[in-house]
């Protein structure tokens, strides 16, 4: 073990936030010389999240404009009051055109990002879709290994492909508003199957009624689908975060989901299950990027893309020869292998 990252988990175990600001810089970036010291640092985590792993991750989800910033915002600090350390990973959607992400949740936060019970790290999402950025499982683990217990990620919010938030999560919060046409989407599956709870946000004014309505196409909603968790049977409430309506609510809500999947004994199996989930993921990502860099793919994507005549050609046929080739690669490594 490296003594610099010896030193830094220690003084991350022991409370400098400023070294934990450290080590997720340390487990984001993509130098190789980096990712041999964060794999280090996450084994140590882990360790010791062996011995004892308090904590209870939640994906917080949602179509953008919904509230999930001011929702955490209010549920966090309730939570802190109530003797708990809050974590919050928020997922910034990624600019196809600049590649840039704005990364400004600390702002949408000011109330917890000045509190010393609680960590808030934005991560842009890149090109990976699922609702995750490619490190926040490793970030989640930084979090659980320094003492976070509630620990929230803040998805992305595109609405229907948040699959890999639910698998690598112990619980699926979806949030919704009133009068946002979302009810009527309720009994497709989709985003709502995925749910554990469910949040009516912005119950509060002139919305109430109109909140109320929500809630119970909600609720009809999830009768047609079976619980995706074991032992636990999807609930839903109304709240307001920015009048701090109903968030009392919504955190028995959470401490009562917490103390069922930590009792139910499941959380061991489900906790491999979500390691399971991210090992198959994150290694697919890669073989993906390493086979599109491949020289042979990389040039023949290149030639095909630059012909003049390409609007001439089949697009069909031009994509079956690439994965032809793609193909002929792997068969030629396995090949290698195998002699």
């Known amino acids: 073990m490296d003594k610099n990252i010896s030193q830094l988990f220690e003084k991350m175990v022991h ?28 084994e140590w985590c882990e360790t010791f999240l062996n011995k004892n792993d308090p904590s209870i991750r939640l ?11 001011s929702l955490i915002e209010a549920i966090g600090l309730k939570a802190i009051d109530r003797g708990h ?16 992400s704005i990364l400004g949740d600390k702002s949408r936060m000011t109330g917890l990002s000045t509190n010393t019970s609680a960590f808030i790290r934005s991560s842009p999402a890149g090109s990976v879709l699922g609702g995750m950025g490619r490190r926040s499982h490793e970030l989640i ?11 929230f990620v803040e998805t992305v919010g595109v609405g229907q492909s948040e699959h890999m938030a639910w698998q690598l999560t112990d619980g699926f ?8 046409g979302d009810e009527l ?26 909140a109320k309505l929500t809630k119970s196409h909600y609720a009809n909603a999830l009768h047609y689908f079976q619980s995706l968790r074991s032992g636990w049977e999807p609930k839903i409430v109304s709240c307001s975060a920015n009048e701090g309506i109903g968030i009392d609510e919504v955190l028995d ?14 959380l061991p199996a489900e906790r491999k299950k979500q390691k399971i989930a991210w090992l198959n993921w994150t290694l697919g990502i890669t073989a993906h990027e390493l086979l599109m860099k491949h020289p042979v793919v990389s040039q023949q994507l290149s030639e095909a893309t630059k012909n003049n005549e390409l609007l001439n050609l089949s697009v069909f046929k ?3 020869d690439i994965e032809l080739q793609m193909k002929q690669l792997i068969t030629s490594t396995n090949q290698n292998i195998e002699s």
């Open 85 to 100: 350390k809050v974590g919050v990973i928020t997922i910034d959607p990624t600019s196809t055109f600049s590649r840039g």
């Open 253 to 266: 809500m959470f401490r009562l989901y917490k103390k069922g999947i930590q009792e139910s004994g499941m």
């Open 141 to 151: 683990t930084l979090l659980a290994a320094v003492g976070y217990d509630f620990i």
């Open 59 to 69: 994906a917080i989800s949602g179509a953008p404009g919904v509230g999930k910033s």
């Open 318 to 320: 031009t994509a079956y």
């Open 173 to 180: 919060v979806l949030v919704v508003q009133p009068g946002g």
């Open 15 to 42: 409370g400098d936030r400023v070294a934990l600001g450290q080590a997720m810089t340390l487990v984001e970036s993509d130098r190789e010389n980096d990712r041999i010291s964060a794999i280090q640092l996450l």
């Open 185 to 210: 989407q309720g009994i497709k599956r989709g985003i709502t199957e995925l749910a554990d709870m469910v949040i009516v946000n912005k119950a509060d004014g002139s919305m109430v009624d109109m």
